[in-house]
């Protein structure tokens, strides 16, 4: 990196900004017999907005979504002690669970019945076009997010690459979605950024268009300026790079700056512009 003028810089692992993301609220509930608390909820929340933020490079069509899942409220709780619908074993269970609709996610202890089908390996179910699902108590964000695709996409499953969440099988890192999957969830796909920019041709970069995905190395031609407003969002593939042979601008004067690294086996190494950031005349920003 050089050719930076009056700039703060601090690495860190970044974990996102509310700038151009589309969140989702779900409400959730416990069965009275299942051990479950809020703190489990967000953590597995944060795991998968993570996952959606990034591409992670295991499915080629993985695409950087918008979407971000948050809990809505506290966790209630639903069914009376002893009634048997914290282990799901038949149509019944499932249905009158189904029936809690006051909160979207219903934890329970056990999923052993969805789609007509017995089988003790299931961990979810979720109603296809409908409002609702169900799944165990320990389960990660990724399946949350996969049942929650099943209400807002219907019942079909995607298995052409075994990280996809909507795969119908979980490895436990199931981590990519594709761009028809993201607008599914209510996001849209990162704005790519690749070859020649500079305002009037992609740029200015703002927070309201973005957060902005780096695919191919970008160049900000001589006589031409690149602004990147406050605010902004840039992710860079492993090693690729802004390079100026004209004046590429930041101002993060009233708001920081986020550019990250796409590198989960580095820690997702980010800098954090708080002030001034010029790149001028052959100069370059890269990560790695």
């Known amino acids: 990196m050089r050719m930076l003028t009056a700039v703060l810089l601090l690495l860190t692992v970044f974990a996102g900004t509310s700038y151009g993301l589309d969140w989702v609220n779900f409400t959730v509930a416990r069965h009275v017999n299942t051990t479950f608390v809020a703190a489990t909820f967000d953590n597995a929340m944060t795991d998968v907005n993570q996952a959606m933020q990034l591409d992670d490079h295991d499915c080629s069509d ?10 809505s409220g ?3 709780t639903f069914g009376t002690t002893g009634d048997g619908l914290d282990v799901i074993t038949t149509d019944a269970e499932l249905n009158q669970v189904f029936g809690v609709t006051t909160h ?9 019945r969805c789609s007509g089908t017995n089988n003790p390996s299931f961990i979810g179910c979720g109603r296809c076009n409908g409002f609702g699902y169900i799944l165990e108590d320990w389960v990660g964000g990724n ?3 996969h049942e929650y695709g099943h209400n807002v996409m219907g019942c079909g499953h995607r298995d052409d690459c ?4 909507m795969n119908a099988f979980w490895i436990g890192t199931n981590n990519s979605v594709n ?9 849209s ?5 690749c070859g020649n920019v500079y305002d009037g041709n992609g740029g200015p970069l703002t927070s309201s268009a973005g957060p902005y995905w780096v695919t191919c190395n970008v160049t900000v031609p001589t006589g031409q300026t690149l602004t990147i407003q406050p605010g902004v969002e840039i992710q860079f593939h492993q090693g ?8 590429a601008n930041a101002d993060g004067s009233t708001s920081r700056i986020d550019l990250y690294s796409n590198n989960p086996s580095a820690g997702l190494p980010s800098a954090i512009v708080d002030g001034p950031l010029e790149i001028s005349n052959g100069g370059e920003l890269i990560f790695h």
Do not use: M
């Not at 993985?62 to 809990?71: E, G, H, L, Q, S």
């Not at 979207?104 to 052993?112: E, G, L, S, Y």
């Not at 761009?179 to 996001?187: D, M, Y």
């Not at 796909?189 to 950024?193: F, I, R, V």
């Open 62 to 71: 993985d695409t950087p979504c918008t979407a971000r899942f948050v809990r």
């Open 74 to 76: 506290g966790v209630g």
């Open 104 to 112: 979207r996610v219903k934890v329970v202890t056990a999923v052993d």
């Open 143 to 145: 399946v949350h997010v």
């Open 162 to 165: 075994a990280w996809n969440i």
């Open 179 to 187: 761009s028809t999957e993201c607008s599914g969830f209510g996001g």
């Open 189 to 193: 796909a990162y704005t790519q950024l």
């Open 240 to 247: 690729l790079k802004i390079t100026s042979s004209g004046t």
